[in-house]
């Protein structure tokens, strides 16, 4: 049985990806630095690792073939990104190990290019940006000589799945019930949105098509590539009843930035709610055939119950 360690399997990505391999039949071992993992990781191996622990990492990734590194500090903490992303290269190294890697769309910077394909280059203009392509060049360069490969799969911005922390949750659906929807830009701007399960399902197909696969690939999700109108028009359906659109007070962010932190990193990437964007892609289908893609009504029903909103259909799965 193939065995995959989850890297950040507390954390809402980290959750539904080691979810749908544990569905797959692979053999998982859900890392986090407590060891300790949520009980809907039943079937799951609970190990304790610390990224930036290297020799520490190095011990819990033993013995698997493949590492998920579904690392994300928060926003005020990025500068341990790329120490954890060359941890985790070592850990890989030592353990013989393929690399799966859940990419964003910070490297392309504003203005953003209305769509995004896997030959679109990189155009970082903020810090995070900048530290997303610095990780994948470590990546690439560590294929290029051999010691690591890679499989990068790139989406937008997650909703659905247990947890918090995504803009869906914190802000889109912060309000709904009490009725009212959140937008976090202009409300017929194009934003690229990724459904977490079909993400993670999408990368069980790469997994299990690893010969079509060369030692280093960067390839894209197309999710939902929807306005803010149509993504409330898909919870009015799931909740059934309207809700009052109100926007995001911005204004605010930017007045607080100089003071709190996690606002001004916030604010630093406020351009990719206010530029449109999609991502698509010519290689995904014809690597892992059709491309896991649940139909927008039903990915939102059950992003708001995993979050505690009960809907029409059925109660939430979550308090």
């Keep these: 049985m193939t065995k995959i360690a989850i890297l950040g399997a507390n954390g809402r990505l980290g959750r539904v990806v080691a979810k749908a ?23 799951a191996t609970a190990v304790a690792g610390d990224a930036l622990d290297r020799e520490g990492l190095i011990r819990a990734t033993e013995g698997v073939d493949i590492i998920f590194n579904g690392l994300n500090p928060i926003y005020t903490d990025w500068g341990k990104c790329l120490p954890m992303a060359e941890n985790v290269m070592a850990a890989c190294h030592a353990n013989d190990t393929l690399h799966l890697f859940p990419g964003t769309v910070y490297n392309y910077g504003s ?38 490969r890679t499989i990068l799969l790139r989406a937008g911005d997650f909703f659905g799945g247990t947890g918090s922390g995504s803009w869906f ?18 409300v017929d701007v194009v934003h690229e949105w990724a459904y977490l399960p079909d993400f993670a399902k999408a990368f069980v197909g790469l997994a299990q098509n690893l010969d079509k696969l060369g030692t280093y690939e960067a390839l894209n999700l197309p999710g939902h590539a929807i306005t803010d109108r149509q993504l409330k028009a898909a919870a009015e359906k799931a909740l059934g009843h309207p809700l009052k659109m109100t926007s995001m007070p ?40 059709a491309i896991p893609h649940t139909p927008l009504d039903q990915a939102v029903t059950e992003a708001l119950e995993d979050i505690g909103i009960a809907t029409v259909n059925g109660a939430a799965k979550a308090a």
Aim: net charge neutral; glycine share 8%.
């Design 111 to 148: 203005p953003m290019p209305a769509v995004i394909t896997e030959d679109t280059p990189f155009h970082p203009t903020t810090e995070k940006g900048r530290i997303r392509c610095a990780m994948e060049d470590l990546f690439r360069c560590e294929a290029d000589a051999g010691r690591v």
């Design 21 to 43: 391999f544990i569905d797959a039949g692979y053999d998982v071992r859900a890392i986090t630095r407590s060891g300790k993992v949520p009980t809907e990781l039943n079937g």
């Design 169 to 186: 949750d914190l802000v889109v659906a912060a309000k709904m019930t009490k009725g009212i929807y959140t937008a976090p830009g202009p």
């Design 250 to 289: 911005w204004w605010v962010l930017r007045a607080g930035s100089p003071f709190v932190a996690m606002w001004r990193e916030i604010v630093s990437m406020s351009y990719l709610r206010f530029e449109p964007h999609q991502l698509v892609s010519t290689r995904l289908e014809g690597i892992i055939g």
